[in-house]
């Protein structure tokens, strides 16, 4: 051969299935997709053929599986965290073991009397998501998140003061209406912390922020709610927002006579600002990709 393999890795990816847990009074429905990844010693799988350190599709697959069952009531953390485990002592030539977990939960119907315990409807866009990653030296780090958070404000958004050059034609916002789509992340390299509790308060801690912020533009929103997971989370050293400012530009109404002061927008959702904040602890150092795995 001509050249030498370079890194590589190899795993199982968008193994889906649904988590039906009826061992309490109140049941509850989830959706998982599941992402488990090996980084290590595989040289010769790929240069020899040699397939005596490799773990088949099966054995990933229905250890998945088995451990959804499980870990039915656990937050998507703690199962990223224990697959890991596994995987690791499974795959001696492994030296990286990742896992990474979204969550979609199915909501209660409302009935007249209240929430159904038995009966449920499928889930929006919001989900959980965890990532898990252990290597040979017995450290782990744990990241969990919220990906496809929507948020939409009428007022409280200005966009000026920016860079012209001759292509700019965007104006001076001085009151705009606002809407993003952003998945939330946060970090720790403990694994003993409440992770429901801290989903929640990172959640209730984005809506507050973007509610009472001030937004001089997507960026800076983007810190803000980042900045706002930290302190509802003393837990966690850094967050990271990554979003999408869904491009609404105001509807020229001009060709009716009708002036337009903001109340009719086009949805151009397919074009998208794409923007990532991380915001750190002063004790801490930034991660060495904001915008990927940190």
Known sequence: MTSKIGRHRFGESNIEFLAVN???PRHSVRRFNVKIDFVG????????????????????????LAFAQRHISDEPERYATALVDHFLAACPAAQVVEAHVAVSGF??????GGDSFTNFSP?????????????????????GGIRGMQLF????????????????TTPVLDDRALGMEIDVRWFTKRSGIDFASCRQRARQAVLDAFAVHVSHSSEHTCYVLGDAVLAACPEIS??????????????????????????????????????????????????KACCGEG
């Open 238 to 287: 850094r967050s990271i927002i990554t979003g999408a400012h869904q491009t609404r530009r105001l509807a020229d109404m001009s060709a009716f006579g009708y002036k337009n002061p903001g109340e009719i927008y086009m949805v151009d959702d397919a074009q998208a600002t794409t923007v990532a904040a991380e915001a750190v602890r002063s004790t801490s150092h930034p991660g």
């Open 123 to 143: 889930p929006g866009q919001e989900r959980q998501s965890a990532r898990a990653r252990i290597n040979r030296e017995g450290n782990i780090s744990i990241s």
């Open 22 to 24: 009826r061992r309490t």
């Open 41 to 64: 010693n595989f040289q010769r799988v790929y240069t020899r053929g040699e397939n005596t350190e490799l773990l088949p599709s099966s054995a990933v697959n229905n250890t998945v």
């Open 107 to 112: 909501e209660p119907l409302r009935l007249s």
């Open 153 to 168: 404000k009428t007022t409280g958004s200005h966009f000026k003061g920016f860079r012209r050059d001759q292509y700019t």
